[in-house]
């Protein structure tokens, strides 16, 4: 498959690889059950899901326990960690594809996005604010690294690879009809449930 940015070429290939063995503890998913029973807790009529950047589904299983009838889906670059994903959504639930060339006329009551924002090359952001806006019907849920104005830093030695600023701030400005309903911050130090230093951002049509 042919990709526009170095970014997805990046995601998509040994890198990207690697990344799944770092994602398998459960560690990550007691975290993520913490995190979105939070998130579901502001929500209201949550049926349907779906993730960009899905990867091996540790947030969709989180979901999945938290409620186990929610129909989800997941938009994932990297063909090792869709056949893992396949597995826990099944396969026809599976987008194998970058987030720039997704394309579904479906909507979902949640659209997640989890640190992979901060991994898309800036200027495809618009792009991809635009996916997760068509792609909703109430809820939009970012959660990355945030800076108020945007910023580039190396990612495990790697340049170019890891951008931060306030996207939902300007998903906010792009889109009128969205309002935020909620935002937290998760720690690394968390006494009981550790994750990455994310800001998140609970976004609702209205």
Partial sequence: MKFKTEQEDFWAGEFGDNYIDRNMSNN???SNINFFSKVLN????IESCIEFGANIGINLKALKILKPDLKLKGVEINKKACKILSNLIGPNNVY???ILNFES???FDLCLIKTVLIHINPNELKNVYKKLYDSSKRYILIAEYFNPYPIKIEYRGNSDKLFKRDFAGE???LY???????????YS??????QDNINWFLLEKK
Wanted: charged share 25%; no cysteine.
């Fill in 171 to 173: 998903m906010l400005g």
């Fill in 176 to 186: 009128k009809d969205l309002h935020l309903k909620d935002y937290g911050f998760l």
């Fill in 96 to 98: 194998e594809t970058s």
């Fill in 28 to 30: 990550f998913l007691s």
């Fill in 42 to 45: 502001k929500t209201h009529g």
């Fill in 189 to 194: 130090n968390d006494n009981n449930f550790p």
């Fill in 105 to 107: 006329k479906e909507l």
